[in-house]
């Protein structure tokens, strides 16, 4: 009679069991779109000035979309911001005129990017100027190593 009582006990947990198994299989078959809450203005914005860029592709990444001009990243729209690489001497120089920050990934100062805030690119041609310094310094930007 005791084993009987220890089967039944065990029967709730092994059809929760089996029921969160289904529910697992099932959920994972559903395709799931993550929104990427960024600016979609502002990358057609940017999209426009690569447009005359030879090896341009977009990555969906930094909850937004880069742009890697030469396999490199090059530009990113984050939200309402951009990120913007641009070399160590001109992060110094661009932090000095303001409408921008460092840029911190886990704690760590990433030292050749910034965050551009909107202020920063209002007007076509202050767009044009972030573009046109992260394309200077692509050439001198180092690839990330490929995943395997």
């Not at 559903?30 to 914005?45: C, F, G, T, V």
């Not at 990017?113 to 909107?118: A, F, L, M, Q, T």
Request: with cysteine; proline share 3%; net charge positive.
């Amino acid at each position: 009679m005791l084993g009987v009582k220890l089967e039944f006990k065990q029967a709730p947990m092994r059809l929760l069991l089996i029921f969160n198994r289904i529910c697992y299989i099932y959920l994972k078959s559903i395709p799931i779109y993550k929104a990427m809450a960024y600016n979609n203005q502002l990358a057609d914005r940017v999209r426009e000035l690569l447009v005359d860029e030879e090896e341009v592709t977009e990555k969906e990444m930094f909850s937004g979309v880069c742009f890697m001009v030469d396999q490199k990243m090059c530009i990113c729209v984050s939200g309402d911001e951009l990120l913007c690489r641009i070399g160590t001497e001109k992060v110094q120089l661009e932090l000095e005129n303001g409408n921008c920050r460092n840029m911190m990934n886990n704690g760590r100062l990433m030292k050749d990017y910034v965050y551009v805030e909107e202020a920063g690119f209002d007007q076509p041609k202050k767009l044009f100027y972030w573009v046109k310094l992260c394309l200077a310094f692509n050439p001198y930007a180092k690839a990330s190593k490929k995943k395997q």
